[in-house]
Every structure is written in C-alpha cells, then in structure tokens.
C-alpha cells in the first residue's frame, strides 16, 4: 500500500516534470521531426544526376552516337567540350564530379569489333561514393549503348546482359533506411541522454539528498525515473513510425508487435546506460558530453545507420557488437523494408537485453542510497 | 536534560587521501526538544557531519546513533523518522507549492485522511496558503526555504535535520524561521540548525562549534560565551578616524581581536594579562583619541571563537602601505566643481525590466575615503543598483559617475579608475595564483615596468608566494578571496566595488579582508559595498537600506539603529534596525 503510492508519487512527479520542462519535449517530440525531415528530405546517400564532362575529340559516327547516349542518360547532366583541357578546371572545382573521354580514335577502335573500343571515365577520387557512382553509371551507359547497337544490327552483341534487381528496397531510396535509422537516434537521446540528463540535474539542485533522506528505496527511486521515460520513448516511436509510413511513404511490412517488441528491448541498454553515466557524473554538463560521446555518437557512426559495418576495418566492426543501436537498425530496417523475420529479431533483441542486464547492473551497483 | 535523540563517538571522516580529514574524531550529542546549533565557518565539516547523521554518508572510523538506530546499518528506519532540508531546501523547482507538498506526503507515506489537516497546518504555519499554486522556483528566498521547512516537517519528525537553512534568506524570513523551529522544539522535537552565523550560534540551546574538522565546544552557547566575559571593552564616542583607532588597537600587545561596530569599536583582550592590557588600550585611546573612552561590555559569542582560534589578524595592512594616498595622486579625471571630493555618484539611477523596476531613483554619493554600504535582502535591487555604478548595467533613467567620468558617455575610463570584486570567485579557476596576476594586470593595461612592481606589491602583501603555481580553484577559501581582492586592485582604483565580499567567509578571513579594505579607505579610495551581512554593514561608514527596490533609509548605522531606539527596544543591533526599517516601510506602503 505505502509502496505502492510512494512509487506511484514519483512517477507523477516525474511526469509532471517531463511535461513543464520544455527540454525533454524538445528532445522528444521536436527532435525527431527535425532528424525525420533531415535525414527524409535533406540528406540523400543516392547520386540521382551527377554533373560530368564529356569530351568529343571526333563528333562522327559511332562516336557521335555514343556522346548522345551518354547526354541522354537520365543520370547525368552533360558539359561539353572538345578538348579535356578545358574542363580539368571544372573537375578541379568541384563544378563536375567525372569526365568521360570519347576519343578521336573512337570509331577505329569500335570498328576493329573485338568489343575493346576505347573511352575513358575520370572520376573524382575525393569522394569515392560518387567516383563509384559516376563509373558505374557509366559503364551502365556503355552496355546499353552496345546493346542498342546490336540491335540495331551493327557491332557485337554483348555476351552477358545484365538485369540487376533490388529486392526490400527496389527503388534504392536512401531515405526508406535512413528514416528507420533516425528512429535509433532519437530513441538513443531520449534513454541516454535525456536520462542521464535528468538524474544529474537533481543531484545538481540537492533534490536527490532531500529524497534520500525520506524512506523512498533505492529502487523505486530508480524504476520511478525510468518508467516516465521509457514511455516518453515509445511515444516518440509511435510519432516516428506514424510519420515515416505518411509523410515520407517508407512501406511497412512488418508488424506493429515487431517493432514494439524491438523498440522496448533496445530502451533497456539506452535507459541503462543513462542511469550509468548519470550515476557516475552527477553533473549536468559532464552527463550530457558522456552521454553524447558513448550513447549518441556510437549509435550514429558505429551502428550502420550510415556507414555500412561490413565496410569497416576489422577492429571497428569488433567494436560495433557492443553497441545496442546496431541491433535495433538492423531489426528496425527490417521491419519496415522485409517484414517480421523473428529468427533475424530474436537474437537482436536477446542481445539488446544481454548489454541492457549489464548497464543495469552497473548502476545499481554505482547508486547507492548515499552520497559517498 | 532531554533525551539524546544522535549520540556521536569520536567520529572521522575523511574524502580525500592524504587531506586532513573533513571531520576528525568529533564526539557529540543532540537533544530532544532543543535546537542545537551546528556553528562553524565554511568548509569546517557542518554538511558533512549533517550528512553523517543521516545515514546518506557513513563514517570511516567511530559510530553515530540515530534515534537508537546505527546510522550505517539501520538508515532506512532513520529516514523514516526525520524531517531533512538539505541546502537549497530540497525543493522541485519546476512543481508547485502544493505539488511539492503532495509528493513528499506520499514519500513518507501520510494516509488520505490525515492530509489535508497536515497540508492546512502546514501553509498555514508557514504562511504559504496564497501561493499553493505558484511554482516553486518562482518563490522567493524566504518562502523556499519555509517550504522546504514544510515538506521536512510533513511527517512530525522526532527529529529535524537544517543544513544552512539561513543562507540566502533576508533577516526577516530567517527571524520567522527561527520562530516557526522554536515552536517546534516545544512539541519535543530535536532541532539540528546548521550556520555560519556566530550570532545565530548565541541563540540556540546547545552549540557543537565546529572549526576545520575539529570540534571546538559542544555545550549551551554562553559556556563559550562566558569564557571572553571580562575581556571585551568599546572604545566609543571617537570623533576621529575610528579605523585608525582600530589600527592603533590591534597593534597593542595583548589585544587578540578588533572589530569596527559603527561609531565604536569592539576589543577582546588576551586571557593572561587583561588588566594591564586594558591600561595600554585606555592609554592609546587618550593619546590619539581624547573624547573617547574605553567602557566594558558583554561577550559575544564570536569574541570567544576568534579567541578560541588564537586571535584575529593584526590591524596593519600592507597592501596600504604600498599604495598611494589618492589625494596625492594627480588629480585626475574632469570633475564636476560640486562634486570634486564625490569619487561615486548616483543620482536618480533607476532600472527596468520590461514592468518591473529593479531599482527606484537610487541616489547617492561617496566622497573619498569613505564605506558605502547597500544593505537590504535578496531580491531587493542592491546588485542592479551596484552594476548600474560600475557599468555592467545600463541604467533605464539617473546617471552615475565614477571618479568624475560619466558611465554612459566614458565607460572605459571609469572603468580604468574602478576594482571590482563579484560576489562568486570570479578568477580563472584553471589559472595558476601568479597566471592570474598576469592577466589582470595585463588587461588593465599596466606597463611593463608597473606590472611587475604591483604584481610584487601583491603578492607580498596578500602572503601569495607559496600558492605562486597553485591553480585558483584549488586555493583555500581565504587565499581565493585574497587573491580576488588582488586582481580587483592591481591597478590602484579610486573606487572599489564589492558584491558581498565575505559571504561564507571565516570570521578571521573576514577580519583580514576588512584591515584592507580599511587600509586603502585609510588611503582615500572610496569603497561601495553590498552586503546582507550585519557584521558586514558595521564597518560601512554609511548605509542605504535598499528594500523593494527603493532607497527606504540612508544613514550612519549609528543613525539607523538610532531611529529606530524605543522604550521596547533600548539598545537595538543593526538587525533590529533593518527589520524595523522594513516593517515601517511596508506599513507605510499600505497607507498611502
């Protein structure tokens, strides 16, 4: 009975406090809408038109043909020029991403009908997602150029055709995994730094000793800051998910039991490693700088939300196991582009769990009702 | 005798290897139905023995029992029983009133039924009731801290633990509190009230002075009271210059303390040779001072602790005597013909904030040489009036000139003739003692030649050479504000300011603080300070009493406690005055 409505107090007040305190509503219900329409909008991981340079030493025959194929491709915007000279400045500046070279020995190479007809493709190695994209693209240009060309009744026809086709994603739109992934990130600043935040301003303002000093226990201390905000953080979900299915039109395949099942698992580790580093610092500001440095920017850089983890080097990817985001953007982009595939969530979640436990019990161990 | 509701057995507490320990083997005890005073400066181990108490810190050596319980074992049914304000009141400042009340009732588990009761006589005893729905950050010092009192006190405690319950709070809100426990203390409650105020010490029943770790005296307040009795005398009716007549005094042989009282001042002899000590001082005083007169008077309770400490600080300072008379300095500065002694002039400085008028046609001025002092509670308009004057603030209407130089049209030269001191330690705390130096003198824009020889100056008279490479924020309390008082007159102001310059400062720092500042007004600068700190005010030469963010008197302190001597009140303190000034002025409001 006394338990029950001293826990059922702190819950209110924490509440209470969540609702007046425009921080945590900034960061649970504006954030996400910003990184949403960020990372929807805004950034994009696919070069739909890049600006290249095209340089037709002889404008005749197969040549000429090729230079209009090339000026017609929906992936580039062309600059001519007939001299390589005079677009290395463009390249320099950044103005133009590649260069394509149809030289004047074009036609003679083509004709000699081996297949080997020689152009070149200069892309820009400073960034080298778009160098790939300008060489792909290009290559893509030629082959259908070739096939073009053979049935037309000129040339070789090409041994092998090609017919690549994207399955979860068919249209490779960035956004339909970023989006999923900005859900980890906000999940990940409302558990962690959110959390974290909040403990360490009541140690800030003498709050904690003045409840210490009451009969409250340490756990329905804990559980009373947790629950408050665990809830905070599905609602945040809910805005999210909502969102992302109307506004920006990412498909959901899976089910709504999925990715609760997900997103709850993944707050287990987030809150845990809140109360962690609020347990240790007791202090605002080296709070919010810990929280950033171990919560927020692992859960950016290390979890696959944007740099794939089979591309890192091998130590980084050994590293990235212990992060709990990585779990839930898998999980999560499943959900959303696959479906429910259980035998993928299960051990996500089971791994979500397993670091969650060891937060928990770290910061328990840390808090204790004492100030020593 | 009561009951012993903590019993302490020689108690140690230490939190960093190798420091001297926070508390060292205190034994101590605290009583049922009384307010035992835990008295003592900053840092000398109050919060940490509070904490002890609690059972939220547990000692390293030596046992504390709690209401019977053992404070390392059973602090659970310790909480249960205790009504606890920490510093700061413990209070969320983003509930309200009630909502602050709510939550602890139920954290203490109070049933429905008693509630309301317990919420009614609770706001009613703190006179809270019109604000149940106003935020309690919102509130201002005085009512904090009594709602902080009432949610301590939601449960009836056996016993109440108040750590620093006085801070920050004007003297009216602390002389209501100070009645609300006493009340308390007659239903048989234990009251721990933690101060730094050696005057608060005198009113409590039982003392526990404890001083850098070390307990002094536990016992009823005039125990250590009684020890100066015989050897505290005034020297009153000085017409002369009476922070010359206290120079003059510490410097004799067999003197311990000195302290400026308004037009008097206040000397403790030595234990061993009083009458002959007394003899010198009566003699000093017909040589340099012939209407004065040297007359014996009641112990107070500080004059024991300094004694009990060794003594204060002698009278002369350094600093002064390296510092130029500013009447002899170039007469700088495009002074009105008026005004020509007036180093600090206020007329008609108002300030608003959108509706609010922070300060009211604030007006005044200080001639050299002399202490002004804005007194009045938080809140009350002192700071903005005070920045107005050395303009961080720009004033809404008035003007104010320092040295002659108006603050709107030549801030930077008035600025070149000001010390500022800020009420928080204002230093680089990351900053070696010698890199500080460095700097301010630097951005005074001292020459080379005249950078080194005050930063020399400096560092001998404030006895810095040993804390040359210790970082700022790792000096001892008194150190810091030496060196704050360093920086602030690096470069010879005509006029200093000080934003409550020894708040939570030890008596004896605070005696040392203040033979310089009597040295350099000696000297001729004139000095502005803002204080709630009576002892504080007693040294000003003048005082305005700011309330309300009007002037609502200016005089001598000697005047002020004057006007308000009545039949009821014969011999008033400076508390006195303020607290009746301000009721005067309230009741006067609602007449008009």
């Known amino acids: ?372 | 005798m009561g009951e012993a509701l903590v019993q302490i057995n020689s108690v140690t507490k230490s939190f960093i290897k190798g420091h001297p320990p926070a508390l060292n083997a205190i034994s101590a005890q605290v009583e049922a139905g009384k307010i035992t005073g835990l008295v003592g400066p900053d840092g000398a181990g109050k919060t940490t023995l509070i904490r002890l108490i609690t059972g939220l810190l547990v000692p390293d050596e030596g046992k504390i029992t709690a209401l019977g319980c053992d404070t390392r074992s059973e602090a659970r049914s310790i909480h249960a029983a205790v009504g606890y304000m920490p510093q700061r009141f413990g209070l969320y400042e983003d509930l309200t009133v009630q909502e602050n009340l709510s939550l602890y009732a139920n954290l203490r588990g109070l049933s429905f039924q008693q509630r309301a009761g317990v919420f009614e006589r609770l706001l009613d005893f703190t006179d809270l009731a019109r604000f149940t729905d106003r935020l309690s950050g919102q509130l201002s010092g005085g009512m904090k801290q009594k709602l902080g009192l009432a949610c301590a006190l939601i449960k009836t405690p056996k016993l109440l633990l108040l750590d620093e319950p006085s801070v920050g709070v004007d003297p009216i809100s602390r002389r209501e509190l100070w009645r609300m426990v006493q009340d308390l203390t007659s239903e048989g409650i234990g009251v721990v009230w933690s101060t730094a105020y050696l005057d608060e010490a005198e009113r409590c029943d039982d003392v526990i002075l404890l001083n850098e770790g070390e307990l002094l005296f536990q016992g009823p307040p005039n125990g250590m009271t009684g020890r100066a009795a015989g050897r505290v005398d005034q020297i009153v009716e000085i017409k002369g210059r009476r922070r010359a007549v206290l120079a003059n005094a510490l410097d004799i042989d067999g003197v311990v303390d000195g302290v400026i009282q308004g037009r008097a001042v206040r000397v403790v002899y030595r234990r061993d040779d009083v009458a002959a000590t007394r003899l010198r001082a009566t003699e000093m005083v017909a040589a340099t001072e012939p209407t004065a007169s040297v007359v014996q008077t009641e112990p107070r309770f500080e004059d024991a602790f300094i004694d009990a400490l060794g003594g204060g600080p002698g009278g002369r300072s350094t600093l002064a005597a390296h510092t130029v008379d500013i009447a002899v300095k170039s007469n700088s500065g495009n002074q009105d013909s008026s005004d020509g002694d007036k180093v600090i002039v206020a007329k008609g400085l108002t300030k608003r904030f959108g509706d609010f008028v922070a300060a009211r046609d604030v007006t005044f001025a200080i001639p050299r040489g002399e202490i002004f002092g804005l007194l009045g509670p938080n809140g009350a308009g002192k700071s903005t009036s005070f920045k107005m004057l050395c303009g961080l603030l720009k004033p809404t209407a008035g003007e104010g000139t320092v040295a002659g130089f108006d603050l709107r049209r030549a801030a930077a030269e008035a600025r070149n003739r000001l010390g500022y001191m800020a009420q928080k330690f204002s230093l680089y705390g990351d900053l070696s003692v010698a890199q500080n130096l460095e700097f301010f003198a630097g951005a005074y824009g001292l020459s080379r030649k005249r950078r080194r020889e005050r930063i020399d100056t400096m560092i001998e008279t404030f006895d810095l050479p040993r804390f040359l490479a210790t970082n700022a924020k790792d000096l001892p309390l008194g150190y810091k504000q030496r060196l704050a008082l360093a920086c602030a007159v690096m470069h010879e102001p005509e006029a200093l300011f000080l934003d409550e310059p020894t708040s939570g400062v030890d008596p004896i720092t605070r005696r040392e603080f203040w033979t310089h500042i009597n040295g350099l007004v000696e000297r001729g600068v004139a000095v502005l300070v803002t204080t709630h700190f009576m002892d504080e005010a007693e040294y000003c030469d003048r005082i305005a009493l700011i309330y309300r963010s009007r002037t609502i008197a200016t005089g001598s302190p000697d005047a002020l406690k004057a006007q308000v001597t009545s039949l009821s009140l014969p011999d008033p303190s400076l508390e006195d005055a303020f607290i009746r000034l301000v009721e005067d002025s309230e009741s006067g409001q609602e007449a008009a």
């Open chain 1, 1 to 372: 009975m006394v338990p029950g409505r001293r826990f059922g107090a702190l819950l209110v007040k924490e509440s209470i406090q969540i609702v007046r305190d425009p921080s945590s509503i900034l960061i649970a219900l504006v954030l996400p809408l910003i990184l949403l329409f960020l990372f929807g909008y805004g950034v994009s991981l696919d070069a739909n038109v890049v600006r290249i340079g095209l340089v037709i030493e002889q404008a005749e025959g197969p040549a000429e043909d090729l230079a209009a194929a090339f000026q017609a491709s929906p992936y580039f915007e062309t600059e001519v020029a007939t001299d390589i000279r005079l677009l290395e400045d463009d390249l320099v500046a950044g103005d133009i991403r590649g260069i394509v070279v149809i030289p004047a020995t074009f036609d003679r190479v083509f004709d000699m009908g081996n297949g080997h007809a020689a152009f070149q493709v200069i892309a820009d190695g400073s960034e080298p997602n778009t160098a790939n994209f300008v060489q792909n693209y290009a290559s893509g240009v030629w082959s259908t150029w070739l096939a073009q060309q053979s049935a037309n009744g000129q040339g070789t026809p090409p041994a092998i055709s090609l017919a690549p086709r994207f399955w979860f994603n068919p249209e490779l739109a960035s956004r339909y995994f970023l989006v999923p992934g900005s859900m980890a990130i906000v999940m990940t600043l409302i558990g962690t730094l959110l959390t974290a935040l909040v403990v360490a301003r009541e140690w800030e303002r003498g709050t904690m000793e003045a409840i210490m000093a009451t009969p409250v226990g340490i756990l329905e201390l804990l559980l009373g800051k947790l629950i408050p905000y665990f809830v905070l953080a599905l609602g945040a979900m809910a805005l999210c998910t909502v969102l992302a299915v109307t506004v920006f039109g990412v498909p959901m395949h899976g089910s709504v039991l999925a990715l609760v099942a997900i997103s709850m698992a993944f707050l287990l580790p987030a809150l845990g490693q809140g109360l962690l580093i609020s347990a240790a610092t007791k202090n605002q500001f080296v709070a919010s700088q810990a929280a950033l440095l171990s919560g927020f920017l692992p859960a950016f850089l290390l979890s696959g939300f944007i740099f794939e983890i089979d591309s890192m080097p091998t130590v980084i990817q050994w590293i990235t196991v212990i992060v709990p985001a990585r779990y839930l953007i898998a999980s999560l982009q499943t959900v959303f582009l696959a479906g429910d595939i259980w035998a993928l969530f299960l051990p996500n979640i089971g791994i979500m769990l397993l670091i969650g436990s060891v937060f928990f019990v770290l910061a328990a161990r840390s808090t204790k009702k004492r100030l020593d």
